[in-house]
């Protein structure tokens, strides 16, 4: 079985920092590329950022370059999202995602994690 479980995210002031794990489990993690999907409350889900499944790869929505890293440690199987520089429409569930064959097809979700930015 499948399970991807995020961790990380809470409370922060606006121009602060936060590091999302995602540690998967029940497949062979360094055979697919992985995603971080947000989730804010009235919006559309947004794909913030993909890894290949090499690292050597990535994307960023527009609205998050220059300020989140996505990483990963196959040896750890688990999936990193630093953010940085947070703004308060950064504010939404962010859920860990297992990509099918493209990246914009997801396998598999996490349960979330809730990321909060206000004064």
């Known amino acids: 079985e499948v399970q991807l479980v995020e961790s990380g995210g809470g409370l922060v002031q606006p121009g602060g920092s936060l590091r999302l794990s995602c540690v998967g489990s029940?497949?062979?993690?360094?055979?697919?590329?992985m995603s971080w999907v947000r989730q804010a409350p009235g919006k559309a889900q947004e794909r913030i950022s993909t890894?290949?499944?090499?690292?050597?790869?990535?994307f960023y929505h527009p609205s998050v370059k220059g300020r989140f890293t996505i990483s990963r440690d196959n040896a750890k199987n688990t999936l990193y999202l630093q953010l940085t520089s947070l703004k308060s429409e950064d504010t939404g569930m962010y859920y860990c995602?297992?990509?099918?064959?493209?990246?914009?097809?997801?396998?598999?979700w996490g349960q979330g994690t809730q990321v909060t930015v206000s004064s």
């Open positions: 890894i290949d499944k090499t690292a050597r790869a990535t």
């Open positions: 995602i297992k990509n099918g064959r493209t990246w914009q097809t997801y396998d598999a």
């Open positions: 029940g497949f062979k993690f360094d055979n697919f590329s």
